[in-house]
């Protein structure tokens, strides 16, 4: 005849977090945390060297910040920029959408999205400026361009890893449904290969960004208009570092805001809440 232990010698099986345990789990305060370290290593290396014409502080740059968003010239440079990424962002997702379908409808459209990626994905977008600009002149089309190969490659590539990741038993419950050709894709594909295909969107979006930056750098201005890479080569050209300092600050902090409140949000009402990201 087995003992019976009482309950209260097993012990303490599960503990309650304490306050600084619930708080560190907190995603955004940790990374709250790392941007106030790297703004305060930043003030103190730029208040030690002392020379302006080399490192701003950040405090420094705030203040020209806010000046070249309120006087207005600034802020219509990064209006410019964000509406030709917009542009190319918005046409490179579609023709990789349309790419990865057709690869994923026939063994002829995968070995031709196969092929373009690999010998197109390995080349720099802004490689092709000089040959955007014979094309196509010198106008915006000449930077959508070269935005729209930065996207193109990198998101067909992972949307077309995460297609043909998709589980076996998926595509057979989606066949026994009498899913085929788009619907099929719509209905089982996509939605099992989401995380890639956030993953894809984010390196795009970087690659996009990045990409129209050095553009407007080597390009400067399109259609009378100038954006933020043209707004930080002309600060430079002309020492005015807060200039220069206050446009590399937007660039950044346009890239801190659509990574926490645009790709985040759509993963936390998406993969993570179906259970497939932690």
């Given at each position: ?24 789990a ?21 208040r ?163 990409t ?31 200039a ?12 801190l ?13 998406t ?8």
């Amino acid at each position: 005849m087995s003992d019976v232990v009482a309950s209260a010698d097993f012990g303490v099986v599960q503990r309650p977090l304490t306050f600084w345990q619930r708080l560190m789990a907190q995603s955004w305060l940790r990374k709250t945390v790392i941007l106030l370290v790297i703004v305060v290593a930043w003030e103190s290396y730029a208040r030690h060297l002392n020379n302006p014409l080399l490192v701003l502080t950040f405090s420094a740059t705030l203040v020209s910040f806010k000046d070249g968003m309120v006087s207005g010239d600034l802020l219509q440079k990064v209006i410019n920029s964000v509406v030709l990424l917009l542009k190319g962002y918005g046409l490179g997702l579609a023709l990789a959408m349309i790419f990865t379908a057709v690869a994923m409808l026939s063994r002829i459209g995968n070995d031709l999205l196969e092929t373009l990626t690999s010998a197109f994905n390995p080349l720099p977008a802004i490689a092709l400026l000089p040959l955007a600009l014979i094309w196509f002149g010198l106008g915006d089309i000449s930077i959508i361009f070269v935005v729209v190969h930065s996207v193109l490659w990198a998101v067909a590539l992972n949307t077309h890893s995460g297609f043909r990741s998709v589980s076996n038993t998926l595509r057979m419950v989606g066949r026994n449904y009498g899913l085929t050709g788009p619907r099929f894709i719509a209905k089982i594909l996509i939605p099992a290969a989401f995380p890639s295909i956030v993953t894809g969107l984010k390196i795009g979006w970087a690659f996009a960004w990045r990409t129209l930056i050095a553009a407007e750098l080597v390009f400067g201005v399109s259609s009378g208009k100038g954006g933020l890479g043209w707004y930080i080569y002309e600060s430079k050209s002309m020492l005015d570092i807060p200039a220069v300092f206050a446009g590399l600050f937007a660039v950044i902090l346009i890239g801190l805001i659509v990574e926490s409140l645009i790709f985040r949000n759509i993963e936390a009402i998406t993969v993570r809440r179906w259970g497939m990201q932690n």
